[in-house]
Structure formats: C-alpha cells, structure tokens
C-alpha cells in the first residue's frame, strides 16, 4: 500500500489518481497507523511553505514521518512537498521546514521571465545520477510540468539529481537515504511522469 500523507492540500487526489491508474493500491490518509503500515510514502504539496508547514503540523505527523523516514521507508515529495524537507523558505521566514534534508529554499531569480515560473520544461538530469530511480528509461532532456516561485538549494548540491533552467539554474528533484523528491509534477507530466511515478512504485 502506498500512503498519500494527508494534510489539507490541493495535489493529493491528482496524485492518488496517477498512483492508482498505474495498478498501486493508494490510500490517501492522516493516519499514523497508516503511514506505520505503507510500504511507500507520498509527500504532496501546493500552496505557500509556511501554510503548508502549519497543516502539516496540525496533523500531528510531522514526528511519525521523521521516524519512518530515519528507519529507511522511502518517501517520494512533490512540488512543496519537496521544499517543506528543507529547513526554511524565503517564503516564509521564521518557519522551520521539516530539517529532513540541509538546505533552505529560495526565490527565483529570472530578470525578464515570469516568476511564478509555469509550465513545461526539460530537465538536465545529472549524469553521475543518470540511474536514479526515479529516472530509469527516460529519453535525455524529458519535460514535465512545473508551478513555482521558489526553489531548493541545498546545503549538500550532491543529492541534486535534476536541475533545470529558468534565468538560472533550479533544483528539480534531489535524492538523499530514502528520500527523493521533485519540484515538479510528475502527476501532470504525461508519460514521463508516469514513468517516474512507475520507477518510484518499482524501486
């Protein structure tokens, strides 16, 4: 069973969906028994940092993921559910990330471009990480779907393991232990998308 972590956002049964249309059993949930009992974890995210970071403590599952994640469980984030495992966002100042991973979130910096920065783009998937699991079986260059305004840096750039190009360079996915993560949609990125998500439920 693959757990979709409930905690009031609007992705979650758009991910539910794209899981389950790929054979997996998906329960979308707010319940620490469930989490304790997946096999996988899904981390979605849309909206704001601080308000996300606020419902997910609402939920009380912030100590019950830490816990799962440092026993090994994978756990795949998706758009905000990658920058809340960060440790901060200029987005919200002041408001602690989930410190599952070093580094802090920053605001796009694209003189001339839109901001938020919407819509398709390839990613530069990096070649030491070519064999992620995540990306197995891709063509080179793949597009997929991006909403943001803000994006992760982190401390450690090893654990990036796709970048793409918006007036900068921008993390697209990163990789730690068991954690991986996109700041794009793999849910709303067509047959890629649905070969990640496939490589996730695989790995």
């Known amino acids: 069973m693959i ?30 028994d469930d989490l304790r009992a997946a096999e996988k974890l899904v981390l979605p995210g849309v909206g704001a940092f601080g308000d996300c970071m606020a419902n997910f403590e609402a939920t009380g599952l912030v100590p019950v993921l830490r816990e799962l994640v440092a026993a090994g469980k994978p756990l795949l984030g998706i758009c905000v559910g990658l920058q809340i495992l960060f440790e901060g966002s200029e ?58 305004s803000y994006h992760a840096v982190p401390e450690d750039p090893a654990i ?26 793999p849910e709303k990125s067509g047959d890629v998308g649905q070969t990640i998500l496939r490589n996730f439920l695989a790995g």
């Open 91 to 148: 987005e919200s100042p002041g408001v602690p990330g989930l410190g599952l991973l070093k580094g802090q979130v920053r605001r796009i910096e694209a003189p001339g471009l839109k901001v938020p920065h919407m819509g398709w783009n390839s990613l530069q998937i990096r070649a030491e990480r070519e064999q992620t699991d995540l990306f197995k079986g891709l063509t080179e260059h793949p597009y997929v779907y991006f909403v943001h």
């Open 160 to 185: 990036v393991t796709a970048t793409t190009d918006y007036g900068q360079t921008l993390t697209a996915a990163v990789a730690q232990g068991s954690i991986q993560a996109t700041q794009f949609h």
């Open 3 to 32: 757990a979709v972590i409930d905690y009031g956002v609007g992705n979650l049964f758009s991910v539910e969906k794209a899981l389950a249309a790929l054979g997996a059993e998906v329960r979308v949930t707010n319940q620490a």
